[in-house]
T-cell receptor, first 110, second 114 residues
């Protein structure tokens, strides 16, 4: 089983739609969780950290379920500019070495 | 603005030659940097951890003699792909942690070996 698993997609949605991605991780000692966004042929950029209590940033909501070992990302009112690959990133406690999921591709069409 | 700069962004080289990629931390010192490789539609795979003033730590399956890493200063790490072959063509990217667990990536380097 891979350490961090994501559905690669692509998720093809119309503008204005709500879309959700999940990511599962195998290391129960993982302490830090992030969602990164990667545009085609570009470096990943931090979208948001994921906290145990869940957190929201505008149209984006991230949640963590430690018992089931998964994190989620919800995007509301999708924009064309949201089209990208979303990477799930997990880090064990006390480590600066992250483990990346393979990413979920989102395509938002008019 | 960028806090980690990587150069070159794109490079094409002939089989058998060597290519050097630079990763610089801007405005901060990085005792540790990381090198990743990403094939199309695949996740970032950690190749090695670059430690300033000491040898890099390579991940399993990564040939240290082929991917030479030098971290001679607190702001510069280099990755040299030696005797490059077409299968080495990939997206190479470096990163450095700054505060807490925030990861800062370089812009990445596209290597094409012909």
């Amino acid at each position: 089983r891979k350490e961090v698993e994501q559905d690669p997609g692509p998720f093809n949605v119309p503008e204005g739609a709500t879309v959700a991605f999940n990511c599962t991780y195998s290391n129960s000692a993982s302490q830090s969780f992030f969602w990164y966004r990667q545009d085609c042929r570009k470096e990943p950029k931090l979208l948001m950290s994921v906290y145990s209590s869940g957190n929201e940033d505008g149209r984006f909501t991230a949640q963590l379920n430690r018992a089931s070992q998964y994190i989620s990302l919800l995007i509301r009112d999708s924009k064309l500019s949201d089209s990208a690959t979303y990477l799930c990133v997990v880090m064990p406690g006390g480590s600066y070495i992250p483990t990346f999921g393979r990413g979920t591709s989102l395509i938002v069409h008019p | 603005g960028a806090v980690v700069s990587q150069h070159p962004s794109r490079v094409i080289c002939k089989s058998g030659t060597s290519v050097k990629i630079e990763c610089r931390s801007l405005d901060f010192q990085a005792t540790t940097m990381f090198w990743y490789r990403q094939f199309p539609k695949q996740s970032l795979m950690l190749m090695a951890t670059s430690n300033e003033g000491s040898k890099a730590t390579y991940e399993q399956g990564v040939e240290k003699d082929k991917f030479l890493i030098n971290h001679a200063s607190l702001t510069l790490s280099t990755l040299t792909v030696t005797s490059a072959h077409p299968e080495d063509s990939s997206f190479y990217i470096c990163s450095a942690g700054l505060e807490g667990n925030t990861i800062y990536f370089g812009e990445g380097s596209w290597l094409t070996v012909v």
